[in-house]
């Protein structure tokens, strides 16, 4: 199933035939406290210099979020997507925290972004897919019911199901419809990977759909947390994850690689191209 996103000047395929597509996760303010105090005083060329920085990483989409204590994002959001429209040409996930913000963020955008996101619970369902409708977006469906994370795959399949049919019934297509399992840490719970694999595998052979997942919350707590990451994400993909939200600089050798062993790198050609520029940036000294 393929779901199309796309910029002014650049179109994005996320397909489960296709290279693992990366969704730049950086441009957000939590815990990153210059990004923040660059959003409240009305600074966007921090948020500017990441998009710049993740897209020459490797993200083919990048993550917009402006909540932050202090920061007004109604005003403040769309005038950071077009910021970042400027400098870069990969399409937009708009990431939301308040739905009047991501209004005024879809009337300035140019092309077709992703929604991040729509939950199960019935309030985010009937808030959300109306706009997803209305200006033809994909939109990220997060498995929480209106009793939070279901600590099992089989609830969290359930709520899966339940978005993807609440975006039928709206006339969404389901291949706009970018389901994300979520991941709890480790740290406090040795089976919530599995418990995540299941759920992914699980919405692949029944819904068909795309997936994504923050996949570093898998690490939260624990030391060498790249190690986990790396581990955590090559299994995701195989199990049925499509477009993992990352941060690309840290995590595309790992892609690529899983890319190649799954047959989804013709020649390593992809593969090969990522090592030789790792290599002139090490020669380079950056």
């Given at each position: 199933?393929d779901?199309?996103?796309?910029s002014?000047?650049?179109?994005?395929?996320?397909?489960?035939?296709?290279?693992?597509?990366?969704?730049?996760?950086?441009?957000?303010?939590?815990?990153?406290?210059?990004?923040?105090?660059?959003?409240?005083?009305?600074?966007?060329?921090?948020?500017?210099r990441?998009?710049?920085?993740?897209?020459?990483?490797?993200?083919?989409?990048?993550?917009?979020?402006?909540?932050?204590?202090?920061?007004?994002?109604?005003?403040?959001?769309?005038?950071?997507?077009?910021?970042?429209?400027?400098?870069?040409?990969?399409?937009?996930?708009?990431?939301?925290?308040?739905l009047?913000?991501?209004?005024?963020?879809?009337?300035?955008?140019?092309?077709?972004p992703?929604?991040n996101?729509?939950?199960g619970?019935?309030?985010?369902?009937?808030?959300?897919?109306?706009?997803?409708?209305?200006?033809?977006?994909?939109?990220?469906?997060?498995?929480?019911?209106?009793?939070?994370?279901?600590?099992?795959?089989?609830?969290?399949?359930?709520?899966?199901?339940?978005?993807?049919?609440?975006?039928?019934?709206?006339?969404i297509?389901?291949?706009?419809?970018?389901?994300?399992?979520?991941?709890?840490?480790?740290?406090?719970?040795?089976?919530?990977?599995?418990?995540?694999?299941?759920?992914?595998?699980?919405?692949?052979?029944?819904?068909?759909?795309?997936?994504?997942?923050g996949?570093?919350?898998?690490?939260?707590?624990?030391?060498?947390?790249?190690?986990?990451?790396?581990?955590?994400?090559?299994?995701?993909?195989?199990?049925?994850?499509?477009?993992?939200?990352?941060?690309?600089?840290?995590?595309?050798a790992?892609?690529?690689?899983?890319?190649?062993?799954?047959g989804?790198?013709?020649?390593?050609?992809?593969?090969?191209?990522g090592?030789?520029?790792?290599?002139?940036?090490?020669?380079?000294?950056?």
């Open positions: 199933m779901t199309t996103v796309s002014e000047k650049q179109v994005v395929v996320i397909s489960d035939k296709g290279p693992t597509v990366l969704l730049g996760e950086r441009i957000n303010p939590s815990g990153k406290k210059k990004l923040a105090e660059a959003l409240k005083s009305g600074d966007f060329s921090y948020a500017v990441e998009a710049v920085a993740q897209v020459e990483a490797g993200a083919d989409i990048l993550d917009v979020n402006v909540a932050a204590p202090g920061v007004d994002e109604v005003a403040v959001l769309p005038e950071v997507v077009r910021a970042v429209m400027e400098a870069v040409q990969v399409p937009l996930c708009i990431d939301i925290n308040k009047e913000a991501l209004k005024a963020a879809l009337k300035v955008y140019k092309g077709k992703i929604i996101s729509v939950t619970e019935e309030k985010s369902l009937n808030e959300i897919l109306p706009l997803v409708k209305e200006y033809h977006t994909a939109v990220i469906g997060l498995t929480i019911g209106d009793e939070g994370i279901p600590k099992d795959s089989a609830k969290r399949v359930a709520v899966a199901h339940k978005i993807v049919q609440r975006a039928e019934s709206y006339g297509p389901r291949e706009d419809v970018i389901i994300d399992c979520l991941c709890l840490t480790l740290g406090s719970d040795s089976n919530a990977a599995l418990v995540t694999l299941e759920a992914i595998r699980r919405v692949k052979e029944e819904l068909g759909v795309n997936q994504t997942l996949a570093s919350n898998i690490s939260f707590g624990l030391p060498d947390r790249l190690i986990i990451n790396h581990a955590f994400l090559a299994i995701a993909v195989t199990a049925g994850v499509t477009c993992p939200t990352v941060d690309a600089a840290k995590v595309r790992a892609i690529l690689s899983a890319d190649l062993i799954l989804r790198d013709r020649f390593a050609q992809r593969y090969i191209k090592f030789r520029e790792r290599e002139k940036k090490t020669q380079s000294g950056s």
